[in-house]
């Protein structure tokens, strides 16, 4: 296992588009969450969330995070190199798992960099804002266990969006028909909650679709009030990185047992 792991690394460090895309998620993330906690102001905007509002970022990031996983996986399909992958490691199901480390591995100091820098910079600009003790709000501090929470739980939320991206490459086989795929179930999905009409069905989209729900984590202020809890909004997400991966072993089996 060591030796898939690191030729697994291998493939990922040495794809200049893998160094980008996860250099977009940090600009990208810290880069929105700072225009926002500067723009945003108190009293005119005291009721935010000022923790969520410093990890909005996340909101856009979360698309080069789903890009690198889909990249990681078809780029292989595409080039042919599968079949020397899996000379070299036959078991399809160690491939996948190496895989899946790496990839969470890389994308959780990805997270890890972009929220601390999130915070950071709401830190810094949010009590020139109006955000003090005097309206009712302390400094962002991971010493603050709700903002520890929202923190670790974000990273976790990108490793999670990280393991949907890199089922459907496996299911899907294609750049382009995996990266829609992600991208609809992630901002699509989110959307028809938006509009939705019925308060009903915008409240059962908010619970289960992957954004809406694994976002619920960053919750901090007013957390009783929200559609769905922090903690099991998060558990979506594992139950979303599921479905792709059981297409690709359905695949798997059809394709091996197939003549040739």
Not at 7 to 12: D, F, G, H, Q, V
Not at 34 to 41: E, H, L, N, Q, R
Not at 204 to 211: C, D, K, L, S
Request: net charge positive; hydrophobic share 50%.
């Amino acid at each position: 296992m060591i030796e898939t792991l690191h030729a697994e690394w291998t493939k990922l460090r040495t794809v200049a588009s893998s160094g980008w895309l996860l250099l977009t998620t940090i600009v990208v993330t810290v880069g929105i969450g700072a225009i926002g906690t500067d723009v945003v102001k108190c009293p005119a905007s005291c009721g935010i969330d000022t923790t969520k509002m410093s990890l909005t970022g996340i909101i856009l990031g979360q698309a080069a995070v789903a890009g690198l996983a889909v990249m990681f996986v078809t780029g292989e399909y595409s080039t042919g190199m599968v079949r020397t992958t899996l000379t070299a490691i036959p078991r399809r199901s160690v491939m996948v798992a190496a895989k899946a480390i790496v990839l969470s591995a890389v994308i959780a100091a990805a997270g890890l960099i972009s929220v601390l820098g999130s915070l950071l910079a709401g830190r810094i600009f949010l009590p020139g804002n109006g955000y003090t003790a005097a309206n009712g709000f302390e400094a962002l501090s991971l010493l603050h266990g709700p903002t520890l929470r929202a923190a670790a739980g974000s990273v976790l939320y990108l490793v999670l969006i990280g393991l949907i991206g890199l089922g459907l490459g496996l299911a899907l086989r294609s750049a382009a028909a995996a990266t829609a795929t992600a991208l609809g179930l992630i901002y699509v999905l989110s959307f028809l909650g938006d509009v939705s009409l019925s308060t009903t069905w915008q409240h059962r989209i908010e619970r289960w679709t992957p954004m809406d729900a694994g976002l619920a984590i960053q919750g901090t202020r007013n957390v009783a009030a929200q559609v769905i809890q922090p903690w099991p909004g998060t558990s979506m997400g594992p139950r979303w990185t599921v479905a792709p991966r059981l297409v690709a072993l359905a695949v798997a089996v059809l394709m091996s047992s197939t003549p040739t």
